[in-house]
């Protein structure tokens, strides 16, 4: 059965012009957020959720493929595909 309910946006982050390849949850911070855009965009985005602002801004020179936020540490570590093929922290 269909929803008649209208979708309402929480926060829509708008500044990213490419499809988004990673994603990922601060564990210390639930009101932040990183995403990367892939090889188009090849830069990592910081977002506070509650405001809708973008903290932080990264040139990565690559495609992200994937981020996990460390469970002990403030960090967040990223894996790159094209074309610097890295690990970074």
């Known amino acids: 059965m269909a929803s008649n309910l ?8 708008e500044d990213h012009t490419s499809a988004v390849k990673a994603l990922a949850c601060c564990l210390f911070r639930g009101n932040l957020l990183a995403f990367d855009g892939g ?3 090849k830069c990592t985005r910081l977002w506070n ?3 809708g602002a973008c903290l932080n801004s990264v040139d990565t020179s690559s495609q992200v493929c994937t981020f996990l936020w460390s469970k002990h540490e403030h960090e967040l570590h990223s894996a790159h595909r094209f074309s610097e093929n890295q690990l970074t922290l």
């Open 6 to 13: 209208a979708t309402q946006w929480l926060q829509r982050l």
């Open 39 to 41: 090889g188009v965009n």
């Open 49 to 51: 959720t509650h405001m």
